[in-house]
């Protein structure tokens, strides 16, 4: 969490001309900064989108919560960005109020076409019908996993991306020749492997995951998805057996038996691909998530208008 002392002062000249105001969780700095100047003045209509619980640092989170609890309820409006995360989070199973679910969405025209000389450099280097992971390489992204169900398999596999844990992944997968690591990937060369890809892998096994931005990438380019259950936004992007599959999390044993399922079945990879193609269009576009925002900001505003 960054920390400054302009913040306070950057706030204070916000409340000027904001006619509502849009946090996001968590950040406790701003719990503290709202709770405080709402109890010194009057505040314009204030909303929170709830992107994750805090997860690794349980000790803080034991200390946080009293005051996130308090900021949540006092704010006019919570939203969540998948069901899945409001029936499993114990912090918003608590609020004792209606949560709202605007999904998260990407806009496709924001993205390059796929260029024929990136595509072909591309599958030299990594082939192509294989299964891919794109994303940052932390802890929670389940990636030894993914790498103990490429050797069970022998399934190429690419991990795309780079991170903290990208030593540590490297020497898991030593040896092992149809597992390649592409570090810097330009948004030419992401879409490039997208459309070169098989299936989509997204192995978090840990609820820090909360979302899943690149399984809408994914979606975009018409691929059939693997994630784990871990009870948050991915097994709602994710609609399972639709979409594609889902496993239980920190299994490579069950990793490696959905990766096999649609490796051998390309009929039905074509199939899910579709079906996420056809849900993400209608509900993960920024298009829709704009739309749904804007609606809500202006409700806040009329309902303010009214008091």
Same mark, same amino acid.
């Given at each position: 969490?960054?920390?400054?002392? #302009?913040?306070?002062?950057?706030?204070?000249?916000? @409340?000027?001309?904001?006619?509502?105001?849009?946090?996001?969780?968590?950040?406790?700095? *701003?719990?503290?900064?709202?709770?405080?100047?709402? @109890?010194?003045?009057?505040?314009?209509?204030?909303?929170?989108?709830?992107?994750?619980?805090?997860?690794?640092?349980?000790?803080?989170?034991?200390?946080?919560?009293?005051?996130?609890?308090?900021?949540?309820?006092?704010?006019?409006?919570?939203?969540?960005?998948?069901?899945?995360?409001? *029936?499993?989070?114990?912090?918003?199973?608590? @609020?004792?109020?209606?949560?709202?679910?605007?999904?998260?969405?990407?806009?496709?025209?924001?993205?390059?076409?796929?260029?024929?000389?990136?595509?072909?450099?591309?599958?030299?280097?990594?082939?192509? +019908?294989?299964?891919?992971?794109?994303?940052?390489?932390?802890?929670?992204?389940?990636?030894?996993?993914?790498?103990?169900?490429?050797?069970?398999?022998?399934?190429?596999?690419?991990?795309?991306?780079? +991170?903290?844990?990208?030593?540590?992944?490297?020497?898991?997968?030593?040896?092992?020749?149809?597992?390649?690591?592409?570090?810097?990937? #330009?948004?030419?060369?992401?879409?490039?492997?997208?459309?070169?890809?098989?299936?989509?892998?997204?192995?978090?096994?840990?609820?820090?995951?909360? %979302?899943?931005?690149?399984?809408?990438?994914?979606?975009?380019?018409?691929?059939? @998805?693997?994630?784990?259950?871990?009870?948050?936004?991915?097994?709602?992007?994710?609609?399972?057996?639709?979409?594609?599959?889902?496993?239980?999390?920190?299994?490579? #044993?069950?990793?490696?038996?959905?990766?096999?399922?649609?490796?051998?079945?390309?009929?039905?990879?074509?199939? =899910? +691909?579709?079906?996420?193609?056809?849900? %993400?269009?209608? =509900?993960?576009?920024? *298009?829709?998530?704009?739309?749904?925002?804007?609606?809500?900001?202006?409700?806040?505003?009329?309902?303010?208008?009214?008091?």
């Amino acid at each position: 969490m960054p920390i400054s002392a #302009s913040y306070f002062t950057q706030f204070k000249q916000l @409340l000027e001309w904001a006619d509502v105001i849009h946090f996001h969780h968590p950040f406790p700095l *701003q719990d503290l900064l709202y709770l405080s100047t709402r @109890l010194r003045r009057p505040m314009p209509p204030a909303m929170v989108t709830y992107h994750s619980d805090v997860v690794r640092q349980r000790l803080f989170n034991h200390l946080y919560t009293p005051l996130a609890r308090r900021f949540l309820r006092s704010v006019d409006k919570v939203v969540a960005t998948s069901p899945n995360y409001v *029936q499993s989070s114990m912090l918003l199973k608590t @609020l004792n109020r209606q949560i709202d679910v605007i999904p998260l969405g990407v806009n496709p025209l924001a993205y390059p076409p796929v260029y024929p000389q990136v595509q072909a450099r591309l599958r030299e280097q990594v082939g192509e +019908g294989f299964c891919l992971f794109l994303g940052a390489l932390r802890y929670y992204k389940g990636l030894s996993y993914l790498i103990d169900a490429a050797r069970e398999t022998g399934i190429p596999v690419v991990i795309a991306g780079r +991170g903290e844990m990208e030593l540590q992944l490297r020497h898991e997968a030593s040896g092992a020749s149809h597992i390649h690591f592409i570090t810097e990937v #330009s948004e030419e060369e992401k879409v490039a492997l997208l459309s070169l890809a098989q299936v989509f892998v997204f192995p978090s096994h840990v609820r820090s995951e909360a %979302f899943g931005i690149s399984l809408l990438e994914a979606q975009m380019m018409r691929l059939p @998805l693997i994630t784990c259950e871990i009870e948050t936004g991915t097994s709602y992007v994710n609609q399972a057996d639709v979409t594609g599959l889902i496993v239980p999390p920190a299994d490579s #044993s069950a990793l490696a038996k959905a990766m096999r399922r649609l490796h051998d079945d390309p009929a039905r990879c074509r199939k =899910m +691909g579709f079906a996420g193609h056809t849900r %993400f269009l209608g =509900m993960f576009t920024a *298009q829709e998530m704009a739309s749904r925002y804007l609606q809500l900001y202006r409700n806040m505003c009329e309902r303010q208008e009214r008091q």
